[in-house]
């Protein structure tokens, strides 16, 4: 069965300054997806980046980047130059890819907090 | 576009009472999802719709839980004779077919059971 782990249940960032976020995956598949998803005080559900298990190249989006180490099945969140709207809880996920839509497997969060 | 919305987005009620649970999905997508969210934990699977076919209900606790996607668009999740244990935030998501796995998320249903 396929699980994701977050060890880190808290962080705390100084505004502008850049924190990594953990995530580590167990699955037997080779086509699959990685997620990280925001969750602000409002608890929307906030897609932040998206990474293709087949893509080497990690993905970008602005401030957000991934360390994504297939073989070590790691999926690192880096949020650079930190903002006070980054504070939220952050959930990875994973699903399985194969052209069809399938459900998401969470972790279990990490609350980030980000001082002025 | 409108994004998913979900209805009614608080709702309380006595042990033992059923409640249902509507989702309004972004028009088009294929696809449909109900995740189950307790407190400080990332959102659980309950089940999931292609069209009008409901293709996974692994997720669904036991037997009072069903939901149904009669047209292949609006969904319900519907509790029979509720638990306290039941109170959570229960989610909604859709996607179109074949998008990599994204899905867009509605706002949730806050339910509490007393």
């Known amino acids: 069965a396929q699980t994701v782990t977050q060890s880190q249940p808290e962080m705390s960032v100084q505004e502008a300054e850049t924190v990594t976020l953990s995530c580590t995956y167990d699955t037997s598949e080779s086509d699959y997806y990685l997620f990280w998803y925001k969750q602000p005080p409002s608890r929307q559900m906030i897609l932040v980046i998206r990474q293709e298990a087949y893509k080497q190249q990690n993905a970008t989006e602005n401030r957000f980047s991934v360390n994504f180490q297939k073989a070590a099945k790691s999926f690192s969140l880096k949020i650079s130059d930190s903002q006070l709207g980054d504070a939220a809880m952050y959930f990875c996920a994973y699903t399985l890819g194969g052209g069809a839509t399938n459900k998401l497997i969470f972790g279990t969060g990490t609350l980030l907090a980000v001082q002025p | 576009g409108a994004g998913v919305s979900q209805s009614p987005r608080y709702k309380v009620t006595k042990r033992g009472q059923d409640v249902a649970l509507r989702c309004d999905p972004i028009?088009?997508?294929?696809?449909l999802y109900w995740y189950r969210q307790a407190l400080g934990q990332g959102p659980e699977f309950l089940t999931y719709?292609?069209?009008?076919?409901?293709?996974?209900k692994s997720g669904l606790p036991n037997d009072r839980f069903s939901a149904e996607r009669p047209e292949g668009s609006i969904s319900t999740l519907t509790i029979q004779r509720t638990e306290q244990r039941d109170s959570a935030m229960y989610r909604c998501a859709s996607s179109p077919w074949g998008t990599s796995g994204e899905q867009y998320f509605g706002p949730g249903t806050r339910l509490t059971v007393t």
């Open positions: 719709f292609n069209y009008e076919a409901q293709q996974d």
């Open positions: 028009s088009g997508h294929v696809s």
